[in-house]
C-alpha cells in the first residue's frame, strides 16, 4: 500500500461524524439563540471526527489578518459565529450510517473512537493536575492522536482488522512492526503526513508527535493516549504498570495517586459510551484480577485453502520474505494457518537460550 496514494485518497474525502453529533448539532440549529460557543465545543470535543472537521475548516476559512493558528475548537467557533458554524455543519454524514453495510468497521471505527474519549479525559485530568492554563489543546491531541487508524477503518478496515487480530493475539508483537508489515507505514507515519496535509495547527501537530516527549505537554499526550490503548485490554494489562510510574513521574504523586487519578477520569469517560455503544473501560473495574472477557471474534476460520483470506496472506508472505523483521512474518503465518486451513489452535515456540526447552511465543 503506497502511503501518498492513501494521505491523497483521506485528505480529499468528506469526514464522517458520529450520529449523535448529527443530532446534537441539529438540535442547536433549531435552538440557537440560547446557544454558546462554549456549548457547541462540548459537543466536537466529544468527537474526534467532529474536532478535525472544525480545525479544518478553520483553516480553510482563515483571514489573511490572522497571524495565529487557532488551536481550540471553542476560538473556530467564537472566530466565525455561532450561527455560521451550525449553518456550515448542518448537511454531516454520519460514521454509522457510512458503514452501516460493513459491522467491521464500523466496529473498529467506533472502538477507536471510545479509546481517544477516554485519551482525552486522561489528558483532561493529567493537565488539571498541572495546572495547564491552556488544557483544551492537549485535550484536543490526545483526542486526534490515533486518528490515522480511525481514517484507516473508513480506507482500509480489512487490513487494519487483521493487524488488530496480529497484535490482539501474538503477544509480544509491536504494533508498529505489524503495522509495517500490513501496510506498509506505521499508524504514526500516517498521522504525520495527515496533520500536514490537513494544515492542522502546528501547535497541535507538535503535541500529537511522540517524538517531542521532552515537552511536558507532549508527555501529557502520550501518557493518557497510552493508558486508553492498554486499558482497552483490560485493567491488569502488563504495559499499566509503567504507565502508572511514568505518570508518578510526571506529577509528583505517589502510585496509589497515580490509579485513583486514572479510574476517576475512566469513570468521566464512561459517562460518554452511549456515543459509540462501546462498552467502558470503568465497566471492568469490579472485575476480579484477570482480564475483560472477550469481544466477539473479527473473523471465523474459513477452511478454505483457495478462499481469498487465504491466498492473499500467502502472498503478503511472498512479498515479505526478504524482510529481517521476523516477528510480524511468524505472526501472519499462523495467521494464514488459522483462517486458511481453519485450524483452531496454532502457535510457535523458539528454543531457549541453551536449547533445552521450547519457549512459546505466539498463540492464536
Not at 494521505?7 to 443530532?23: I, K, M, W
Not at 460557543?37 to 462540548?42: E, G, L, M
Request: overall charge negative.
Amino acid at each position: 500500500m503506497d502511503m501518498n496514494e492513501v494521505v491523497e485518497a483521506l485528505g480529499n474525502r468528506d469526514v464522517p461524524v458520529l450520529a449523535c453529533t448529527v443530532a446534537t448539532l441539529r438540535k442547536m440549529r433549531r435552538e440557537e439563540d440560547r446557544v454558546t460557543a462554549r456549548d457547541i465545543s462540548r459537543v466536537v470535543l466529544r468527537d474526534p471526527l467532529m474536532t478535525l472537521k472544525a480545525l479544518r475548516f478553520a483553516e480553510a476559512n482563515r483571514s489573511i489578518r490572522q497571524l495565529s493558528d487557532i488551536t481550540t475548537v471553542e476560538h473556530v467557533v467564537m472566530m466565525h459565529g455561532i450561527g455560521e458554524f451550525l449553518r456550515t455543519f448542518a448537511d454531516l454524514t454520519s460514521l454509522e450510517g457510512l458503514l452501516a453495510k460493513d459491522s467491521i468497521a464500523l466496529d473498529g471505527a467506533l472502538r477507536v473512537v471510545s479509546r481517544a474519549q477516554h485519551a482525552a479525559a486522561f489528558a483532561r485530568s493529567i493537565a488539571s493536575r498541572r495546572h495547564d492554563k491552556e488544557s483544551d489543546e492537549v485535550i484536543i491531541a490526545a483526542l486526534l492522536h490515533d486518528l490515522a487508524e480511525l481514517m484507516l477503518w473508513l480506507h482500509a478496515p480489512r487490513e487494519v482488522a487483521e493487524i488488530r487480530y496480529l497484535v490482539d493475539h501474538a503477544v509480544g508483537l509491536r504494533s508498529a512492526a505489524a503495522q509495517r508489515f500490513v501496510l506498509g507505514f506505521t499508524h504514526g507515519q500516517l498521522q504525520h503526513a495527515l496533520a500536514g496535509a490537513w494544515h492542522l495547527p502546528r501547535l497541535l501537530q507538535r503535541l500529537m508527535d511522540d517524538e517531542h516527549a521532552e515537552n511536558p505537554r507532549v508527555v501529557n499526550v502520550v501518557l493518557a493516549t497510552r493508558l486508553a490503548r492498554h486499558l482497552a485490554h483490560g485493567w491488569y494489562d502488563a504495559a499499566l504498570p509503567d504507565d502508572y510510574s511514568d505518570l508518578e513521574h510526571l506529577l509528583g504523586c505517589s502510585e496509589d495517586g497515580a490509579r485513583r487519578m486514572v479510574r476517576a477520569a475512566s469513570l468521566n469517560a464512561a459517562r460518554l459510551w452511549t456515543d459509540t455503544g462501546i462498552r467502558p473501560v470503568a465497566a471492568g473495574i469490579p472485575l476480579e484480577e484477570g482480564d475483560i472477557p472477550p469481544e466477539p471474534g473479527l473473523f471465523l476460520p474459513s477452511g478454505n485453502v483457495d478462499g481469498p483470506l487465504f491466498k492473499s496472506a500467502l502472498q503478503k508472505l511472498t512479498d515479505a520474505a526478504p524482510r529481517r523483521d521476523h516477528d510480524p512474518f511468524i505472526a501472519w503465518a499462523l495467521y494464514a494457518l488459522q483462517f486458511g486451513l481453519g485450524l483452531k489452535r496454532v502457535g510457535f515456540a523458539a528454543p531457549g537460550a541453551h536449547g533445552d526447552h521450547l519457549q512459546m511465543r505466539f498463540v492464536f
